[in-house]
């Protein structure tokens, strides 16, 4: 079963805005409607950030929202803050069964 | 608001059998799609395997076939996953998840297998 694939890295300066990819092969998972993105930090459990391409549960942050186009989701963070350097993972259900992206380490200058 | 409640951390040696637990509150338990996933030391997530308590229905991850049983109890809303014979490389955090919908995490079971 393939990964979905994240870039390894993406850095950006506080109040910038940084997008993270999350591409799936089109022979898995269908429309990719059921994409969400979680947040880690070290020795934290992962915490839900976008659910279902693009909904926001509550108390997240408005300046996480996600998006998708084809076979790639994307998780945009606007007004980066310091606080938001951590690892993110991309997720995709199809209802049976799940796959994860390799995650991506979010550096904030 | 939906809670998923995981067993304690747990240390074992290799070859030993082990049982851990999720019980489910807030949700309908029996007719909701509930998982495990591994997260290894400084490792990324992975889907191991899903069951559907009402009818037990169970789909496993290709890496994980053969390698571990879930099961559920649908008279004390609780999954398990259970392993049969550890290894060393079982030593990860185990996370269960309702993923539809709004997805719902548990708090972790920390397992070390070491001898």
């Known amino acids: 079963q393939s990964a979905l694939t994240q870039p390894a890295s993406v850095s950006g300066s506080p109040g910038q805005s940084i997008t993270i990819s999350c591409t799936g092969a089109?022979?898995?998972?269908?429309?990719?409607?059921?994409v969400s993105w979680y947040q880690q930090h070290p020795g934290k459990a992962p915490k839900l950030m976008i659910y279902?391409?693009?909904e926001r549960p509550s108390g997240v942050s408005d300046r996480f929202s996600g998006s998708k186009s084809g076979n790639t989701a994307s998780l945009t963070i606007s007004g980066l803050q310091a606080e938001d350097e951590a690892d993110y993972f991309c997720?995709?259900?199809?209802?049976?069964?799940?796959?994860f992206g390799g995650g991506t380490k979010l550096t904030v200058l | 608001e939906v809670q998923l409640v995981q067993s304690g951390a747990e240390v074992k040696k290799p070859g030993e059998s082990l049982k851990i637990s999720c019980k489910g509150s807030?949700?309908?338990?029996?007719?909701?799609?509930i998982g495990w996933v591994r997260q290894m030391p400084g490792k990324g997530l992975e889907w191991m395997g899903i069951?559907?308590?009402?009818?037990?229905?169970?789909r496993y991850s290709p890496s994980f076939q053969g390698r571990i049983t879930i099961s559920a109890d649908n008279s004390i809303s609780t999954v398990y996953v259970q392993w049969s014979s550890l290894k060393a490389s079982d030593s990860a955090m185990y996370y269960c998840?309702?993923?539809?919908?709004?997805?719902?995490w548990g708090q972790g079971t920390l397992v070390i297998v070491s001898s």
């Open positions: 998840v309702v993923p539809a919908g709004s997805p719902s």
């Open positions: 807030g949700y309908t338990f029996n007719s909701n799609w």
């Open positions: 069951i559907f308590p009402f009818d037990s229905d169970t």
């Open positions: 089109s022979s898995n998972h269908g429309s990719f409607s059921l």
């Open positions: 279902e391409v693009s």
């Open positions: 997720c995709s259900y199809t209802g049976r069964d799940w796959v």
